[in-house]
């Protein structure tokens, strides 16, 4: 298992981007601050009051720890299946993800140095893309021509 008490060096293959400083810490108050305020969010919020019961908020705020945890620093942490979560959402749409990808990018570049913000940025949309093409596939929707989501600019 991967030592998370100390930053990890990451790079993006991809992007070349560097996450360099990225740590446990961190995690959780981007987390913390993120799903605060997506929950009160207009669009997105009442998605996860639906889905996700008050009293089973808090060990969900962990989950999403541990896969982001998991994701970024390497620590296996999270066995779990997110997407087949998220296929089960029947009002999941694109203003949905945009939202979501919206108050993320949001949340990463208010706390994160920018290389880390940059870095776990497009982490996140490249999953939340994949996300709502599985969706729409689950739906037995057309996604061979579907345009990567356009970023929502927030007031």
């Given at each position: 298992?991967?030592?998370?008490?100390?930053?990890?060096?990451?790079?993006?293959?991809?992007?070349?981007?560097?996450?360099?400083?990225?740590?446990?810490?961190?995690?959780?108050?981007?987390?913390?601050?993120?799903?605060?305020?997506?929950r009160q969010d207009p669009v997105i919020g009442p998605v996860f009051k639906d889905a996700v019961p008050d009293e089973r908020w808090g060990a969900?705020?962990?989950?999403?720890?541990?896969?982001?945890?998991?994701?970024?620093?390497?620590s296996r942490r999270y066995e779990g299946r997110p997407l087949?979560?998220?296929?089960?959402?029947?009002?999941?749409?694109?203003?949905?993800?945009?939202?979501?990808?919206?108050?993320?990018?949001?949340?990463?570049?208010?706390?994160?140095?920018?290389?880390v913000a940059a870095f776990w940025a497009d982490r996140s949309e490249r999953i939340g893309n994949s996300f709502r093409i599985s969706v729409r596939m689950h739906r037995g929707e057309e996604v061979t021509q579907l345009a990567p989501l356009e970023r929502e600019t927030l007031p």
């Open positions: 298992m991967a030592d998370t008490a100390r930053p990890v060096p990451l790079t993006s293959p991809r992007t070349g981007l560097s996450a360099d400083g990225l740590d446990e810490k961190m995690i959780r108050a981007v987390v913390d601050r993120f799903y605060a305020e997506a969900h705020l962990d989950t999403i720890v541990d896969f982001w945890s998991s994701m970024l620093l390497g087949r979560k998220h296929l089960m959402l029947p009002a999941l749409e694109d203003a949905h993800f945009q939202r979501w990808l919206a108050l993320f990018r949001r949340t990463v570049e208010e706390l994160c140095p920018p290389a």
